[in-house]
């Protein structure tokens, strides 16, 4: 999810970059999927520093954000089909955090969090505002969402 997120920070100020960081996240969802399990089970000795309580969220997360920097519909299915109905608790959202990210995979709040880090990234390039179809948009606006 972050390579994906960060992958549409640089897609302008620098492609390639933006690039490998894209088909890096697609290689570790592919891979981490393929893999399924909780991580601090695996690698024991992570656990005082990582004792994490699951793996369906960050699947969830991870999918939500390939397909919003990539629009392959594939990554969309994969949240809202079978995944979906196995971990994403949908009407049901509890709370956003390290260890459970199931309420930012679920409309509306992934929307809105997608617009405030949209918003962010305006404002940390100066883009002063953006355009879809004839209507203009700043990050004000974006936060507003």
């Given at each position: 999810?972050?390579?994906a997120s960060a992958s549409l920070v640089f897609k302008e100020a620098d492609s390639t970059y933006s690039s490998t960081l894209l088909k890096h996240a697609k290689q570790l969802f592919t891979f981490a999927d393929k893999h399924r399990g909780i991580y601090s089970e695996n690698i024991p000795e992570v656990a005082t520093y990582y004792n994490s309580t699951g793996y369906g969220d960050e699947l969830l997360w991870a999918a939500a954000w390939?397909?919003?920097?990539t629009g392959d519909n594939s990554y969309l299915q994969y949240a809202t089909g079978q995944n979906g109905e196995d971990y994403a608790q949908f009407g049901s959202p509890t709370w956003f955090s390290w260890d459970n990210k199931l309420a930012g995979t679920?409309?509306?709040v992934a929307s809105a969090f997608l617009a405030a880090v949209y918003s962010d990234y305006m404002l940390t390039t100066q883009t002063p505002k953006i355009k879809c179809d004839s209507d203009s948009f700043t990050p004000s606006d974006l936060r507003d969402f």
């Open positions: 999810a972050a390579m390939l397909y919003h920097a679920q409309q509306p």
